[in-house]
């Protein structure tokens, strides 16, 4: 939940962004420009907003957002191997090794080797992690559902349709 303190309200640049305000931001000083400005900085700051309300939720089950996210494909999609897991989470592949080098210590998954492939091995979610996910998919939401309090249905349709492009342009801008 938004509190009244100035550092938690938009800033009036950015309800009103566009590139027009960019670029009259760039062509005076740069000291009038803030980070909040730029879309990029607020995306990323709202997903930190929301992760560390998120990982607030999840301390007392002794799993991290990015461990859930990674639990929760591995069972979605029982079966599938780490480079798979590492595509369908959007992160590198040292950084999903290592996730599931924890959810392995910690119990939530299994592995099994790969009956066509003997260097991969598959994922599987064990009875511990599916009880896991089961039991803190409704934190998920709670932590979503504050963060987007106040937004239409239709708004929020807009939002995810918006994010999807973006998502889908910056994919693209790391193949080029």
Excluded at 70 to 78: A, G, K, Y
Excluded at 94 to 106: F, G, M, N, S
Excluded at 117 to 128: G, V
């Amino acid at each position: 939940m938004m509190s009244d303190h100035s550092s938690d309200s938009l800033p009036s640049s950015l309800s009103s962004f566009s590139s027009n305000s960019l670029s009259n931001s760039l062509g005076n000083s740069l000291s009038d420009s803030s980070p909040q400005q730029f879309l990029g900085f607020l995306l990323g700051s709202t997903h930190r907003r929301i992760s560390v309300s998120f990982a607030r939720a999840l301390k007392p089950y002794d799993i991290t957002p990015e461990q859930w996210s990674t639990l929760l494909i591995i069972c979605d999609r029982s079966g599938m191997n780490q480079k798979e897991v590492a595509d369908t989470a959007a992160k590198d592949q040292p950084t999903t090794a290592r996730i599931v080098e924890l959810l392995l210590k910690k119990g939530f998954i299994r592995k099994q080797p790969n009956p066509g492939d003997r260097r991969a091995f598959q994922l599987y979610a064990t009875e511990e992690g599916k009880e896991l996910i089961n039991s803190t998919l409704s934190l998920e939401r709670q932590a979503t559902n504050a963060a987007v309090a106040g937004l239409s249905a239709q708004q929020l349709e807009e939002l995810r349709s918006m994010l999807e492009h973006i998502y889908h342009n910056t994919g693209n801008l790391q193949h080029e």
